[in-house]
């Protein structure tokens, strides 16, 4: 299940960037007291009482101006808006209610979106400043935060999660593999859903960017049901200057949030480039099983060294998914799809695989046996027992006498071992320390 999404919106200089990074906890959004240093949309994951949702934060409003840079603002602030499930309007309690604000309110409302009011920089403990309750004027409940301290952050969370509508039971469909096609721009994600499916179901084109939405297309065949999600190709950030474009990198964003294995679309003519591991970075940190597609394979030249040589180079540019496998394709051609889709089904059958806490300890202890957990001044880290709490990808949390002691290298070590045992290829795995005396 996908994430919600909660835009942050308000006029310049209320405080909406301090307030972001506030609620998800780090420095992310440039602040500064010059209003418009927020152009482009920035996103985050929050969480609240055990539930998650992803932020956007957005340039200022200003309803009226027909400066350059403030009416693109408007328009991501409205791409914003139409993609949230939640809004949360910025105001300043300092400059009281002004005409703006209610120009910005009355937008919201016309979106008809749950809405919560933050009357902002209400620093001070204890009593309102009077300019508070100028904000009554308007249909919607305002919540007293100082973005800057924290107070009032908790309040304004419980009011914006109990305005989520109610996620809908989805229908039980655990025989739907979603996969998400991901990569740069015109490195032939439109083409292999064509060729999957047989018919011209997505656009395709030489000029990068021309998918813009998120196309969900679903298949049946010999291997099992799939949804396969298209993605928008996401290029380097400076190179986004499109606000339809930019709106289409948060769809992608959003399609990897919801399926359960993410296909990276490389390009063999092109190689392996740096915007590529980055796209991988984003299904890595949604911890998505991932395939590496190695598309147009059919266009170049090719000896005994050519497919071992590309190899050495996924290795050494995906070291850290050194996991995931990789499959040369052409979506032109159809050559190796029967791999392709082989992968996919193994890639969320371990995403989705549980071992039996007994097991797990069973390789736990001849792990430790054939190589002794570390030592630090006389002390040696003791690993008492092990268990797995979660899937999708696999989370395992680990026992122990002392965290600090639990070295990196030696839960890599660990990694590997369950790796070994278990197949956990293509996915993923997660790990929690705990000191036994933690709850």
């Known amino acids: 299940m996908s994430k919600p999404v909660i835009a942050i919106v308000g006029r310049p200089n209320v405080g909406k960037s301090t307030l972001f990074n506030k609620l998800v906890g780090e420095r992310i959004s440039i602040v500064d ?12 994951d929050v969480e609240w009482a055990g539930k998650e949702a992803m932020l956007i934060d957005t340039g200022g409003i ?5 400066d350059v840079i403030l009416s693109g603002m408007r328009v991501q602030a409205q791409l914003a808006i139409d993609t949230a499930d939640a809004i949360i309007m910025v105001t300043d309690v300092r ?3 002004v005409s703006t604000d209610q120009e910005i309110a009355h937008m919201l409302l016309k979106a008809q979106k749950p809405l919560v009011l933050c009357v902002n920089k209400c620093d001070s403990v204890g009593e309102l400043p009077p300019e508070f309750y100028e904000f009554y004027q ?10 800057v301290h924290g107070h009032g952050t908790g309040d304004l969370l419980d009011a914006v999660f109990k305005a989520l509508p109610e996620a809908k039971e989805e229908e039980e469909e655990s025989a739907v593999i979603s996969v998400a096609v991901i990569g740069r721009p015109n490195v032939g994600k439109s083409s292999l859903i064509n060729k999957i499916t047989g018919e011209y179901r997505c656009i395709v084109s ?5 998918t813009r939405d998120s196309i969900d297309t679903k298949i049946e065949n010999e291997y099992g049901v799939f949804n396969f999600i298209d993605t928008a190709g996401m290029r380097r950030k400076s190179k986004v200057t499109d606000q339809i474009e930019r709106y289409s990198i948060l769809r992608a964003k959003m399609a990897i949030e919801r399926a359960d294995v993410c296909v990276i679309m490389l390009d063999a003519e092109v190689g392996i480039t740096e915007q590529d591991t980055k796209v991988a970075g984003l299904a890595l940190e ?3 099983a991932c395939i590496l597609a190695v598309n147009k394979w059919d266009a170049i030249e ?14 050494r540019d995906f070291a850290f998914m050194s996991y995931a ?3 040369f394709i052409s979506a032109k051609t159809g050559q190796r799809l029967t791999n392709l889709f082989e992968n996919i089904v193994h890639a969320a059958n371990t995403s989705a695989m549980r071992i039996k806490t007994g097991l797990l300890n069973e390789v736990l202890a001849m792990a430790t046996s054939r190589v002794q957990p570390p030592t630090d001044k006389g002390r040696r880290l003791k690993i008492y027992y092990m268990t797995q709490t979660s899937v999708k990808p696999p989370t395992f949390v680990f026992f122990c006498n002392n965290a600090e002691l639990f070295h990196f290298s030696y839960q890599r070590y660990l990694e590997n071992r369950l790796r070994e045992a278990f197949d956990f290829s293509a996915t993923p795995i997660r790990m929690i320390i705990r000191e036994r005396s933690d709850k």
Do not use: C, Q, W
């Not at 308007?138 to 973005?147: C, N």
């Not at 030489?206 to 021309?210: E, H, L, M, R």
């Not at 090719?302 to 290795?315: A, G, S, V």
């Open 33 to 44: 007291d010059t209003p418009g240093v927020t152009r482009d949309r920035i996103y985050g």
């Open 62 to 66: 200003e309803p009226d101006s027909d």
């Open 95 to 97: 400059s009281g209610l």
């Open 138 to 147: 308007l249909p919607i409940e305002p919540v007293a935060v100082s973005s």
């Open 206 to 210: 030489d000029i990068a960017g021309t």
């Open 286 to 288: 949604s911890g998505k």
């Open 302 to 315: 090719k000896d005994n060294h050519t497919m071992p040589n590309f190899r050495k180079d996924i290795e």
């Open 325 to 327: 496998p990789a499959v």
